[in-house]
């Protein structure tokens, strides 16, 4: 048997975040993968058993990545708006500058390939931003009589719109735009 060149991983991961963002997650294919990649297809499988095994060591990895940029610089002690804007700000650059990570963990998220385990994962992704709003909510800055998700869905899917239309040159976020969109966030929830 042949010993793993854990190395290449990386280079496989990538690869299929490249197909992924093209052709989605149900269009990816071991073979199509081993082509984009440079390793062979049963190489894969020294490395995967299965496609389902590569989503699920992808989702992993990215997650983790994801999930320190989202909280970078946010300080729980600074006014909370000031904190509320990092977070929001990272999000937004976080699907800017890693859109095929963002696109991968989404389509993983609402996959039928994605385990119990993993779910529980991805909700776990929300809590420290949850916290955040539990927080604007204690301090009587954000509305009180709408649930956590509710904002946190109108925060991050508008955030997701502005990086997308960004990523397609469809609507450049410049740092005024940055300004103003997250004035708009903000105006949706303050009390």
Known sequence: MRSKDYGK????????????????????????????????????????????????????????????????????????????????VNYLTHRIEHHSESIFLEQYYRSPYITEEQNALAEAMKHPVYEVIKRGKREMLIKNDIDDEMLFLAMIGFVRELADEHVTKQYKMTPERIEKAFQLAWDMIKM
């Open 9 to 88: 991983v990386e280079l496989v991961y990538e690869a299929g975040l490249e197909l992924i963002s093209r052709e989605g997650i149900a269009g990816l294919t071991m073979k199509g993968l081993a082509a984009r990649s440079g390793v062979a297809t049963g190489t894969l499988y020294i490395y995967f058993r299965s496609k389902e095994e590569l989503f699920h060591r992808m989702y992993l990895y990215y997650r983790n990545r994801s999930l320190d940029r989202f909280m970078q610089g946010y300080d729980p002690v600074e006014p909370f708006r000031i904190g509320l804007k990092k977070v929001f």
